[in-house]
């Protein structure tokens, strides 16, 4: 069974930084991308960030410039370095492992993170 495991998440002020990071378990196989997903209340799951396995990166513009993916894809391990926070990123961060061949998505349990103005 394939499990995504979050870490990192917390209370920062405005303007300070938090790192998170992802591990998945129960898979041999490398995953073809992983991503970072920000949810809100009861608002849609948004994708925040993504790397492929080739290092292709995709951010929001809303954090272009402050937020930084990095990935051991190999491992299925993925962070998410943020810097310059802001009280609009506040949220529940979700990890996600995306296997293109089964077209399939697994999820983490999801890491809350709240910035204080």
């Known amino acids: 069974q394939v499990q995504l495991v979050e870490s990192g998440g917390g209370l920062v002020q405005a303007g300070g930084s938090l790192g998170l990071s992802c591990a998945a378990s129960?898979?041999?196989?490398?995953?073809?991308?992983m991503g970072w997903y920000r949810q809100v209340g009861g608002k849609q799951r948004e994708l925040v960030a993504q790397i492929t396995g080739r290092d292709s990166t995709y951010y929001a513009d809303s954090v272009k410039g402050r937020f930084t993916i990095t990935k051991a894809l190999a491992k299925n391990t993925v962070y998410l370095q943020m810097d310059s926070l802001e009280p609009d990123d506040t949220g529940v961060y979700y990890c996600?492992?995306?296997?293109?061949?089964?077209?399939?998505?697994?999820w983490g349990q999801g890491t809350q993170v709240t910035v204080s103005s």
């Open positions: 129960g898979t041999s196989f490398a995953f073809h991308s």
């Open positions: 996600s492992g995306y296997y293109v061949d089964t077209n399939r998505y697994y």
